[in-house]
């Protein structure tokens, strides 16, 4: 059995702050030196802007330094559905953070649990 797989549609940047609206967290990929960090970080979307709150470290690091970062959140057509493929890990790591709730962000805008975009 053979599956069919759809090729990847590229998407304009009003739909993505359309996608981007409807989640809380996201993964920010920096590198400062030539290690890479994918960190989850907490985000809205403000007038077409990405704003997130850190403290010292790699994020500010690497925001500070003007290096290119990245930033994702995943989502996927559950009814489509999508076949996985195993690779092995070179390293694992990981790490623990506390979760904010909206009060910390000075905003009244509540942040209520959404199903995910289709």
């Known amino acids: 059995m053979t599956t069919k797989i759809e090729p990847t549609i590229e998407l304009d940047t009003s739909t ?3 996608l981007l ?5 996201g993964r920010l990929a920096v590198s400062i030196t030539d290690h890479l960090d994918i960190l989850p970080i907490n985000y809205v979307v403000d007038h077409g ?10 994020k500010l690091a690497a925001a500070v330094l003007g290096r290119g970062v990245t930033f ?9 559905g999508e076949p996985l493929r195993p690779h092995r890990p070179i390293r694992i790591t990981g790490r623990r953070f506390p979760v904010v709730g909206h009060e910390a962000w000075g905003t009244d805008r509540p942040r209520t649990p959404r199903a995910a975009p289709e």
């Open 16 to 18: 993505c702050l359309q």
């Open 21 to 25: 609206r409807v989640g809380e967290v």
């Open 49 to 58: 802007a990405i704003v997130s709150r850190t403290a010292e470290g790699t």
């Open 72 to 80: 994702e959140i995943d989502g996927y057509d559950a009814a489509a």
